[in-house]
């Protein structure tokens, strides 16, 4: 079973270049998340969307974009990358809408901006 | 402001036991998770407590005191599989979850 895939997996961007995060599932889960993961710190919720056609802000939105255009893919776009950016992208679903099941994690998407 | 608290780093020998602890200080609580994260890898669930007491997944259990704010993880014979991160986090009084940094636990032959 795939769950939850993202691609690419690692990249490296120049500053002030775009960059869009794919992050597919096949749970049929109405609610996903967009995390960064930095050293020594939390996971940092970037943008959420409790389902299809709705999306909302989480604790670090600046200079990031979400669409939910339907129930499976929930797309990051980075318009004008910085270096501050650099860091380790995950997405995750939710069975429940408000959060309160677990998470399923895609794998990762590390990326590097210069 | 949101609080999580948990050692940076702990080391515990093969067969052993060890426990992570997690304090939290949250608006509003609406339940504690425990994900376990492998080097390179993704989060994983591992427990999820929601009233006082221990709860308990085969080799792991988990506490929780909503009144003390304080959580530990409690693993039992220990493996070298073990060797990870160990996320604390918190759901707070708008469902949104508070993560703490995480314990780098490392298991030792």
């Known amino acids: 079973t795939a769950g939850i895939t993202q691609a690419p997996t690692s990249q490296i961007l120049a500053a002030g270049r775009s960059m869009t995060l794919r992050c597919t599932q096949d749970?049929?889960?109405?609610?996903m998340y967009w995390y960064r993961q930095d050293l020594g710190l939390g996971l940092r919720l970037i943008h959420y969307?409790?389902?299809?056609?709705?999306?909302g802000k989480g604790e670090v939105p600046d200079g990031y974009s979400v669409s939910r255009a339907n129930t499976d893919d929930f797309p990051l776009t980075l318009a004008s990358a910085v270096p501050s950016q650099t860091s380790v992208y995950f997405c995750?679903?939710?069975?429940?809408?408000?959060?309160?099941?677990?998470?399923?994690f895609g794998e990762g998407s590390r990326l590097t901006v210069l | 402001g949101q609080n999580i608290d948990q050692p940076t780093e702990m080391t515990a020998t093969e067969g052993a036991i060890v426990q992570i602890n997690c304090t939290y200080q949250?608006?509003?609580?609406?339940?504690l998770f425990w994900y376990q994260q492998h080097a390179g890898e993704a989060p994983t669930f591992l427990s999820y407590?929601?009233l006082d007491g221990l709860e308990e997944k085969g080799r792991f259990f988990s506490f929780l005191s909503r009144s003390k704010g304080y959580s530990y993880l409690l693993l039992k014979e220990l493996q070298m599989k073990d060797s990870a991160s160990y996320l604390c986090?918190?759901?707070?009084?708008?469902?949104?979850?508070?993560w703490g940094a995480g314990t780098k636990l490392i298991i030792k032959p």
């Open positions: 986090a918190v759901m707070d009084s708008n469902y949104q979850l508070i």
């Open positions: 995750a679903s939710s069975g429940l809408a408000g959060g309160t099941g677990e998470l399923f």
């Open positions: 969307s409790n389902t299809a056609g709705t999306t």
């Open positions: 749970m049929r889960h109405n609610a």
């Open positions: 407590n929601v």
């Open positions: 949250t608006s509003g609580f609406n339940g």
